[in-house]
Protein backbone atom coordinates (compact mmCIF):
# COMPACT_ATOMS: atom_id res chain seq x y z
CA UNK A 1 0.00 0.00 0.00
CA UNK A 2 2.53 2.53 0.64
CA UNK A 3 4.72 1.47 -2.90
CA UNK A 4 1.16 2.05 -4.40
CA UNK A 5 0.99 5.83 -2.70
CA UNK A 6 4.75 6.49 -3.72
CA UNK A 7 4.03 6.05 -7.04
CA UNK A 8 0.82 8.74 -7.12
CA UNK A 9 3.41 10.97 -5.63
CA UNK A 10 5.23 11.33 -7.83
CA UNK A 11 3.40 11.12 -10.80
CA UNK A 12 1.45 14.13 -8.94
CA UNK A 13 4.65 16.12 -8.31
CA UNK A 14 6.03 15.82 -12.38
CA UNK A 15 2.60 17.23 -13.19
CA UNK A 16 2.98 20.20 -11.04
CA UNK A 17 6.50 20.77 -11.99
CA UNK A 18 5.34 20.42 -15.61
CA UNK A 19 2.71 23.03 -15.28
CA UNK A 20 4.85 25.19 -13.43
CA UNK A 21 7.27 25.08 -16.25
CA UNK A 22 4.49 25.70 -18.89
CA UNK A 23 3.27 28.99 -16.92
CA UNK A 24 6.65 30.06 -16.48
CA UNK A 25 6.92 29.95 -20.73
CA UNK A 26 3.58 31.74 -20.91
CA UNK A 27 4.80 34.36 -18.69
CA UNK A 28 7.99 34.91 -20.40
CA UNK A 29 6.35 35.15 -23.71
CA UNK A 30 3.59 37.36 -22.63
CA UNK A 31 6.22 39.68 -21.16
CA UNK A 32 8.48 39.51 -24.17
CA UNK A 33 5.19 40.44 -25.99
CA UNK A 34 4.58 43.43 -23.78
CA UNK A 35 8.34 44.75 -24.08
CA UNK A 36 7.72 44.31 -27.94
CA UNK A 37 4.67 46.08 -28.16
CA UNK A 38 6.57 48.96 -25.82
CA UNK A 39 9.75 49.86 -27.88
CA UNK A 40 7.12 49.53 -31.07
CA UNK A 41 5.23 52.02 -28.92
CA UNK A 42 7.92 54.28 -28.75
CA UNK A 43 9.16 53.97 -32.08
CA UNK A 44 6.17 55.41 -33.22
CA UNK A 45 5.56 57.96 -30.77
CA UNK A 46 9.46 59.30 -31.81
CA UNK A 47 8.72 59.06 -35.24
CA UNK A 48 5.57 60.83 -34.73
CA UNK A 49 6.47 64.79 -35.46
CA UNK A 50 5.78 66.94 -32.97
CA UNK A 51 3.24 69.85 -32.97
CA UNK A 52 4.78 73.13 -34.29
CA UNK A 53 4.66 76.29 -32.55
CA UNK A 54 2.15 78.77 -33.54
CA UNK A 55 3.54 81.29 -36.49
CA UNK A 56 3.50 84.86 -34.98
CA UNK A 57 0.51 87.07 -35.34
CA UNK A 58 0.46 88.75 -39.10
CA UNK A 59 0.86 91.93 -37.72
CA UNK A 60 4.10 91.47 -36.10
CA UNK A 61 5.81 88.94 -38.73
CA UNK A 62 8.53 90.53 -40.41
CA UNK A 63 8.27 91.71 -44.28
CA UNK A 64 10.36 89.69 -46.45
CA UNK A 65 10.42 92.42 -49.27
CA UNK A 66 12.15 94.80 -46.14
CA UNK A 67 14.59 92.27 -46.00
CA UNK A 68 17.16 93.79 -48.62
CA UNK A 69 16.55 97.40 -47.23
CA UNK A 70 17.16 95.67 -43.03
CA UNK A 71 20.60 94.04 -44.32
CA UNK A 72 21.44 97.25 -46.50
CA UNK A 73 21.05 99.69 -43.42
CA UNK A 74 22.88 97.15 -41.20
CA UNK A 75 26.10 97.41 -43.37
CA UNK A 76 26.13 101.60 -42.15
CA UNK A 77 25.46 101.13 -38.30
CA UNK A 78 28.44 102.17 -35.99
CA UNK A 79 28.53 101.95 -32.42
CA UNK A 80 31.18 102.71 -29.42
CA UNK A 81 31.74 101.93 -26.17
CA UNK A 82 31.35 105.09 -23.78
CA UNK A 83 31.72 103.37 -20.91
CA UNK A 84 32.82 99.72 -19.31
CA UNK A 85 32.47 99.30 -15.27
CA UNK A 86 34.67 97.04 -13.08
CA UNK A 87 34.01 95.57 -10.11
CA UNK A 88 32.88 97.04 -7.13
CA UNK A 89 31.54 99.48 -9.57
CA UNK A 90 30.45 97.94 -12.87
CA UNK A 91 26.88 99.21 -12.62
CA UNK A 92 25.44 100.60 -15.94
CA UNK A 93 21.52 101.10 -15.99
CA UNK A 94 18.98 103.65 -17.69
CA UNK A 95 21.14 104.69 -20.04
CA UNK A 96 19.85 107.81 -21.65
CA UNK A 97 21.48 109.46 -24.77
CA UNK A 98 20.52 112.68 -26.25
CA UNK A 99 21.76 115.70 -28.15
CA UNK A 100 21.91 119.09 -26.54
CA UNK A 101 21.27 122.55 -27.77
CA UNK A 102 25.38 122.92 -28.82
CA UNK A 103 25.59 120.04 -30.97
CA UNK A 104 27.33 117.47 -28.46
CA UNK A 105 25.75 113.92 -26.88
CA UNK A 106 25.65 113.59 -23.31
CA UNK A 107 24.90 109.89 -22.19
CA UNK A 108 23.32 110.08 -18.80
CA UNK A 109 23.08 106.68 -16.78
CA UNK A 110 22.57 104.72 -13.13
CA UNK A 111 26.23 103.83 -12.40
CA UNK A 112 27.99 102.90 -8.64
CA UNK A 113 27.81 99.67 -7.50
CA UNK A 114 27.17 96.08 -8.95
CA UNK A 115 23.83 96.33 -8.17
CA UNK A 116 20.81 98.44 -8.69
CA UNK A 117 18.82 99.55 -6.55
CA UNK A 118 21.45 100.07 -4.18
CA UNK A 119 22.83 103.28 -1.96
CA UNK A 120 25.89 102.87 -4.03
CA UNK A 121 23.92 104.19 -7.29
CA UNK A 122 24.27 107.45 -8.07
CA UNK A 123 24.04 109.62 -11.39
CA UNK A 124 26.61 109.09 -13.82
CA UNK A 125 27.59 111.15 -17.21
CA UNK A 126 29.96 110.88 -20.33
CA UNK A 127 29.75 113.36 -23.42
CA UNK A 128 30.83 113.34 -26.67
CA UNK A 129 31.71 116.20 -29.07
CA UNK A 130 32.48 113.87 -32.33
CA UNK A 131 28.78 112.03 -32.53
CA UNK A 132 29.57 109.33 -30.68
CA UNK A 133 33.27 108.49 -32.17
CA UNK A 134 34.83 109.29 -28.27
CA UNK A 135 33.40 110.07 -25.09
CA UNK A 136 34.84 111.80 -21.87
CA UNK A 137 35.50 109.77 -18.78
CA UNK A 138 32.81 109.05 -16.77
CA UNK A 139 32.01 111.28 -14.07
CA UNK A 140 29.92 111.52 -11.35
CA UNK A 141 26.97 114.13 -11.76
CA UNK A 142 25.88 116.28 -9.03
CA UNK A 143 22.09 116.75 -8.70
CA UNK A 144 22.09 118.61 -5.92
CA UNK A 145 21.74 116.64 -3.25
CA UNK A 146 23.80 114.85 -0.59
CA UNK A 147 24.97 111.04 -1.29
CA UNK A 148 23.63 110.32 2.42
CA UNK A 149 20.31 109.50 4.53
CA UNK A 150 17.23 109.57 2.57
CA UNK A 151 19.02 110.77 -1.05
CA UNK A 152 22.20 108.50 -0.83
CA UNK A 153 20.59 106.50 -3.93
CA UNK A 154 20.16 108.35 -7.20
CA UNK A 155 19.46 107.51 -10.81
CA UNK A 156 18.01 109.24 -14.01
CA UNK A 157 15.50 108.15 -15.65
CA UNK A 158 15.05 110.93 -18.69
CA UNK A 159 16.20 113.71 -20.31
CA UNK A 160 13.95 116.32 -22.04
CA UNK A 161 16.06 118.76 -24.84
CA UNK A 162 13.40 121.19 -26.30
CA UNK A 163 14.63 124.42 -27.52
CA UNK A 164 17.83 125.73 -25.77
CA UNK A 165 16.63 124.52 -22.03
CA UNK A 166 17.44 120.66 -20.89
CA UNK A 167 15.84 119.15 -18.26
CA UNK A 168 16.53 116.03 -16.75
CA UNK A 169 14.70 113.79 -14.61
CA UNK A 170 15.80 111.84 -11.59
CA UNK A 171 14.92 110.07 -8.42
CA UNK A 172 16.29 109.41 -5.15
CA UNK A 173 16.12 106.69 -2.14
CA UNK A 174 17.29 105.95 0.63
CA UNK A 175 18.53 101.99 0.19
CA UNK A 176 15.82 100.53 -2.17
CA UNK A 177 13.21 102.14 -4.65
CA UNK A 178 10.72 100.78 -1.69
CA UNK A 179 12.06 103.34 0.75
CA UNK A 180 11.70 106.94 0.67
CA UNK A 181 11.49 107.05 -3.07
CA UNK A 182 11.64 110.56 -4.50
CA UNK A 183 11.69 112.14 -7.82
CA UNK A 184 12.81 115.32 -9.16
CA UNK A 185 14.01 117.63 -12.04
CA UNK A 186 16.31 120.47 -12.59
CA UNK A 187 17.28 122.27 -15.63
CA UNK A 188 19.85 123.89 -17.88
CA UNK A 189 20.19 126.68 -20.27
CA UNK A 190 23.71 126.18 -21.41
CA UNK A 191 23.91 122.83 -22.23
CA UNK A 192 25.00 121.38 -18.87
CA UNK A 193 27.74 123.61 -18.09
CA UNK A 194 26.02 125.07 -14.71
CA UNK A 195 22.50 124.02 -13.76
CA UNK A 196 19.75 124.50 -11.38
CA UNK A 197 18.77 123.21 -7.69
CA UNK A 198 16.21 120.49 -8.13
CA UNK A 199 12.73 120.56 -7.76
CA UNK A 200 10.06 118.08 -7.30
CA UNK A 201 7.66 116.39 -9.44
CA UNK A 202 3.97 117.69 -9.11
CA UNK A 203 1.29 116.45 -7.18
CA UNK A 204 1.13 113.21 -6.30
CA UNK A 205 4.24 112.06 -8.53
CA UNK A 206 6.96 113.45 -6.13
CA UNK A 207 6.54 110.10 -4.78
CA UNK A 208 7.54 106.80 -5.79
CA UNK A 209 7.47 108.03 -9.85
CA UNK A 210 9.49 107.39 -12.37
CA UNK A 211 9.45 109.71 -15.55
CA UNK A 212 9.95 108.04 -19.22
CA UNK A 213 10.88 109.07 -22.49
CA UNK A 214 9.00 111.89 -23.46
CA UNK A 215 6.92 112.77 -26.74
CA UNK A 216 6.78 116.08 -28.60
CA UNK A 217 3.32 116.00 -30.51
CA UNK A 218 2.69 117.70 -34.04
CA UNK A 219 1.02 120.63 -31.93
CA UNK A 220 3.96 121.55 -29.51
CA UNK A 221 2.65 119.93 -26.44
CA UNK A 222 4.74 117.74 -24.66
CA UNK A 223 3.76 114.49 -23.22
CA UNK A 224 6.08 112.96 -20.57
CA UNK A 225 4.94 109.83 -19.57
CA UNK A 226 5.45 108.37 -15.89
CA UNK A 227 4.75 105.04 -13.24
CA UNK A 228 4.00 105.64 -10.54
CA UNK A 229 2.97 103.08 -7.36
CA UNK A 230 -0.24 103.80 -5.17
CA UNK A 231 0.04 100.70 -3.32
CA UNK A 232 -3.21 98.79 -2.05
CA UNK A 233 -6.34 99.96 -1.47
CA UNK A 234 -5.99 98.76 2.10
CA UNK A 235 -3.21 101.07 2.67
CA UNK A 236 -4.74 104.45 0.96
CA UNK A 237 -5.00 106.38 4.29
CA UNK A 238 -1.25 106.08 4.80
CA UNK A 239 1.42 108.55 3.48
CA UNK A 240 2.53 107.38 0.68
CA UNK A 241 5.91 106.48 1.21
CA UNK A 242 4.77 103.76 4.08
CA UNK A 243 2.25 101.73 2.12
CA UNK A 244 3.21 98.99 0.77
CA UNK A 245 4.91 98.84 -2.68
CA UNK A 246 2.74 97.91 -5.26
CA UNK A 247 -0.23 99.07 -7.68
CA UNK A 248 1.37 100.66 -10.48
CA UNK A 249 -0.54 103.36 -12.43
CA UNK A 250 0.26 104.51 -15.73
CA UNK A 251 -0.05 108.14 -17.16
CA UNK A 252 0.97 110.94 -18.70
CA UNK A 253 2.16 115.31 -17.67
CA UNK A 254 1.59 117.32 -20.07
CA UNK A 255 3.01 120.65 -20.99
CA UNK A 256 2.04 123.67 -23.49
CA UNK A 257 4.18 125.98 -22.32
CA UNK A 258 7.75 124.13 -22.73
CA UNK A 259 7.95 122.45 -19.85
CA UNK A 260 7.09 125.46 -17.40
CA UNK A 261 4.23 123.71 -16.19
CA UNK A 262 2.61 120.22 -15.90
CA UNK A 263 -1.22 118.81 -15.46
CA UNK A 264 -1.59 114.86 -14.99
CA UNK A 265 -3.56 113.06 -17.30
CA UNK A 266 -4.72 109.14 -16.81
CA UNK A 267 -4.12 106.20 -14.14
CA UNK A 268 -3.59 103.44 -16.55
CA UNK A 269 -3.70 100.02 -14.72
CA UNK A 270 -2.43 96.68 -15.56
CA UNK A 271 -4.40 94.15 -13.47
CA UNK A 272 -7.27 94.65 -11.20
CA UNK A 273 -5.00 93.07 -8.35
CA UNK A 274 -3.83 96.03 -6.58
CA UNK A 275 -0.90 93.76 -5.03
CA UNK A 276 0.63 93.59 -8.03
CA UNK A 277 4.01 94.86 -8.76
CA UNK A 278 5.95 95.39 -11.75
CA UNK A 279 7.76 97.85 -13.20
CA UNK A 280 5.71 99.48 -15.83
CA UNK A 281 8.22 101.41 -17.51
CA UNK A 282 5.85 103.18 -20.64
CA UNK A 283 6.16 104.72 -24.00
CA UNK A 284 4.71 106.86 -26.39
CA UNK A 285 4.15 107.61 -30.01
CA UNK A 286 1.81 109.89 -31.75
CA UNK A 287 -0.29 108.46 -34.74
CA UNK A 288 -1.44 109.85 -37.82
CA UNK A 289 -4.39 110.80 -36.73
CA UNK A 290 -3.27 112.36 -33.24
CA UNK A 291 -4.02 109.71 -31.11
CA UNK A 292 -1.19 108.91 -28.46
CA UNK A 293 -0.33 104.85 -28.26
CA UNK A 294 1.09 103.60 -25.11
CA UNK A 295 2.85 100.46 -24.68
CA UNK A 296 3.74 99.25 -21.49
CA UNK A 297 5.96 96.71 -19.88
CA UNK A 298 3.94 93.84 -17.89
CA UNK A 299 6.54 91.53 -16.09
CA UNK A 300 4.63 88.56 -14.92
CA UNK A 301 1.81 88.97 -17.07
CA UNK A 302 2.18 86.85 -20.06
CA UNK A 303 5.25 87.93 -21.86
CA UNK A 304 3.59 90.72 -24.11
CA UNK A 305 3.95 94.45 -23.54
CA UNK A 306 0.10 96.06 -23.22
CA UNK A 307 -1.10 98.67 -25.16
CA UNK A 308 -3.32 101.83 -23.92
CA UNK A 309 -4.59 104.46 -26.42
CA UNK A 310 -5.77 108.13 -26.14
CA UNK A 311 -8.00 109.10 -28.52
CA UNK A 312 -7.99 112.84 -27.34
CA UNK A 313 -4.30 113.74 -27.85
CA UNK A 314 -3.69 111.96 -24.42
CA UNK A 315 -6.36 114.09 -22.05
CA UNK A 316 -8.20 110.87 -21.59
CA UNK A 317 -6.79 107.36 -21.93
CA UNK A 318 -8.78 103.77 -20.60
CA UNK A 319 -8.71 102.71 -16.80
CA UNK A 320 -7.02 99.00 -18.16
CA UNK A 321 -4.37 98.40 -20.97
CA UNK A 322 -4.39 95.30 -22.58
CA UNK A 323 -2.74 92.50 -23.96
CA UNK A 324 -0.29 93.37 -27.42
CA UNK A 325 0.93 90.87 -29.35
CA UNK A 326 4.42 91.95 -29.01
CA UNK A 327 6.90 89.47 -26.93
CA UNK A 328 9.12 90.96 -24.24
CA UNK A 329 10.35 89.22 -21.38
CA UNK A 330 9.96 92.19 -19.03
CA UNK A 331 12.36 94.83 -20.00
CA UNK A 332 11.87 98.41 -20.82
CA UNK A 333 11.02 98.92 -25.00
CA UNK A 334 11.47 102.49 -26.01
CA UNK A 335 8.82 103.96 -29.06
CA UNK A 336 10.77 106.40 -31.36
CA UNK A 337 7.99 108.63 -33.98
CA UNK A 338 9.68 108.78 -37.11
CA UNK A 339 6.99 111.47 -38.56
CA UNK A 340 3.53 110.84 -40.26
CA UNK A 341 2.67 107.00 -40.15
CA UNK A 342 6.38 105.78 -38.98
CA UNK A 343 7.34 104.52 -35.58
CA UNK A 344 10.60 102.64 -34.71
CA UNK A 345 10.31 100.46 -31.05
CA UNK A 346 13.72 99.27 -29.76
CA UNK A 347 12.97 96.14 -27.55
CA UNK A 348 13.89 92.25 -26.92
CA UNK A 349 11.12 90.48 -28.94
CA UNK A 350 11.22 88.03 -26.59
CA UNK A 351 9.01 86.80 -24.25
CA UNK A 352 11.36 84.97 -21.97
CA UNK A 353 14.96 86.58 -21.87
CA UNK A 354 16.39 90.07 -22.64
CA UNK A 355 17.90 88.99 -26.04
CA UNK A 356 18.41 90.06 -28.76
CA UNK A 357 18.59 93.45 -29.20
CA UNK A 358 16.10 94.47 -32.14
CA UNK A 359 14.99 97.41 -34.01
CA UNK A 360 10.72 97.32 -35.58
CA UNK A 361 9.25 100.10 -37.58
CA UNK A 362 5.94 100.44 -38.55
CA UNK A 363 4.85 102.08 -41.24
CA UNK A 364 0.89 102.12 -40.80
CA UNK A 365 1.01 103.31 -37.10
CA UNK A 366 1.81 100.68 -35.28
CA UNK A 367 -0.85 97.92 -36.78
CA UNK A 368 1.93 96.07 -38.17
CA UNK A 369 6.13 96.02 -38.25
CA UNK A 370 7.43 95.29 -41.37
CA UNK A 371 10.99 96.13 -40.89
CA UNK A 372 12.66 93.94 -38.42
CA UNK A 373 15.92 93.92 -37.70
CA UNK A 374 18.88 92.37 -35.12
CA UNK A 375 21.16 95.13 -34.06
CA UNK A 376 22.90 93.28 -31.30
CA UNK A 377 22.14 89.16 -31.00
CA UNK A 378 23.95 88.53 -27.59
CA UNK A 379 25.70 90.16 -24.92
CA UNK A 380 29.23 90.56 -24.48
CA UNK A 381 29.72 88.05 -22.16
CA UNK A 382 27.65 85.29 -23.99
CA UNK A 383 24.35 83.89 -24.29
CA UNK A 384 23.15 84.14 -20.52
CA UNK A 385 24.01 88.07 -21.02
CA UNK A 386 21.12 90.63 -21.30
CA UNK A 387 21.02 93.81 -22.90
CA UNK A 388 18.71 96.09 -21.35
CA UNK A 389 16.99 99.26 -21.62
CA UNK A 390 17.51 100.83 -25.19
CA UNK A 391 16.78 104.27 -25.17
CA UNK A 392 18.04 107.71 -28.07
CA UNK A 393 17.25 109.97 -30.16
CA UNK A 394 16.14 110.55 -33.90
CA UNK A 395 18.96 112.53 -36.29
CA UNK A 396 17.67 115.97 -37.40
CA UNK A 397 17.56 114.30 -41.05
CA UNK A 398 16.04 111.40 -39.83
CA UNK A 399 18.78 109.02 -41.38
CA UNK A 400 19.70 107.62 -37.77
CA UNK A 401 18.69 106.45 -35.08
CA UNK A 402 20.90 106.99 -32.30
CA UNK A 403 20.63 104.95 -28.96
CA UNK A 404 22.29 103.69 -25.93
CA UNK A 405 21.88 100.32 -23.64
CA UNK A 406 23.58 98.84 -21.23
CA UNK A 407 25.42 95.23 -22.37
CA UNK A 408 24.29 93.00 -19.45
CA UNK A 409 24.50 95.97 -16.61
CA UNK A 410 28.33 96.46 -16.93
CA UNK A 411 29.07 98.09 -20.23
CA UNK A 412 27.34 101.33 -22.02
CA UNK A 413 27.32 100.80 -25.45
CA UNK A 414 26.34 103.62 -28.03
CA UNK A 415 24.81 102.55 -31.28
CA UNK A 416 23.86 104.43 -34.22
CA UNK A 417 21.30 102.60 -36.71
CA UNK A 418 21.00 103.71 -39.96
CA UNK A 419 17.13 104.67 -40.79
CA UNK A 420 15.20 102.74 -44.10
CA UNK A 421 13.94 105.69 -46.76
CA UNK A 422 11.18 107.35 -44.46
CA UNK A 423 8.59 109.22 -45.78
CA UNK A 424 9.27 112.64 -45.65
CA UNK A 425 12.49 112.39 -44.73
CA UNK A 426 15.35 114.75 -46.32
CA UNK A 427 17.83 113.09 -48.45
CA UNK A 428 20.95 114.75 -47.24
CA UNK A 429 23.10 112.51 -45.80
CA UNK A 430 26.06 114.68 -45.04
CA UNK A 431 24.94 116.21 -41.32
CA UNK A 432 25.57 112.50 -40.13
CA UNK A 433 28.74 110.74 -40.18
CA UNK A 434 29.62 107.67 -41.94
CA UNK A 435 30.36 104.52 -40.42
CA UNK A 436 34.13 104.90 -39.17
Not at 131 to 141: I, Q, Y
Request: net charge positive.
Amino acid sequence: MDDGEGKKGKFARRRVLRRGAQRKVIMRNYANRLMVAALLGAACYAAEPATPPAPPPREIRPDTQWAAQAAADAKQDFKSIPYDGVTPNKMVCDTTLRELPDGSWILFMLAGGNTEPSPLNYTGVTRSCDRGKTWSPLERFDVGFPREGKTIGQGPTELLVRGGRATLFFSTHSKHWANDWRSWCLHSDDSFKTWSKPEPLPGRLQNRTFSRPHLVTRDGRILLPFQHYIGPESDQSKPPLERKFTNPRNGVLMSSDGGQSWTEYGNIRLTTNDHYFGWAENTLAELADGRIAMLIRADKLGGVLYYAESKDGGRTWPEFAVKSDIPNPGSKATLVHLGGSAVALLHNPNGKRRTPLALWISFDGMQSWPYQRVLQQESCDGPKGNMNYPDGFVSADQQWLHLAFDDNRHRAVHYSAKLPPLPGAATDKTAEPAKP
